[in-house]
Nanobody, 126 residues
């Protein structure tokens, strides 16, 4: 059973920064890993994803230029560096991963991801 464990969430003022981490219980090579978020009353949306073979990133338009996704394959860990945070970034952030064959909806399509963490809360105050 694959486990993904997020950490690094918290409360920050607008304009501040946070770094989220996601530790996987297996080698992350050979798939995609991503960050998704869900605000109260909203649907979960894709924020950023990375192809683990070569580290190529994908970002939602709302976070381009502010968030950076990265990985440390030696540590089986995914990161999300979040800068210039805005109140609208407030949400529960989830780490997700895909290594198995199945339907694919693109790097930011949540339905294509098979493994999910429990989430970490990010709150940005104005």
């Amino acid at each position: 059973q694959v486990q993904l464990v997020e950490s690094g969430g918290g409360s920050v003022q607008a304009g501040g920064s946070l770094t989220l981490s996601c530790a996987a219980s297996r080698d992350t090579y050979g798939g995609y890993m991503g960050w998704f978020r869900q605000a109260p009353g909203m649907e979960r949306e894709g924020v950023a994803a990375i192809r683990t073979n070569d580290g190529s990133p994908h970002y939602a338009d709302s976070v381009k230029g502010r968030f950076t996704i990265s990985q440390d394959r030696n540590k089986n860990t995914l990161y999300l560096q979040m800068n210039s945070l805005k109140p609208e970034d407030t949400a529960m952030y989830y780490c997700a991963a895909r290594w198995d064959p199945g339907p694919w909806y693109g790097p930011l399509g949540q339905l294509g991801y098979q493994y999910w963490g429990q989430g970490t809360q990010v709150t940005v105050s104005s």
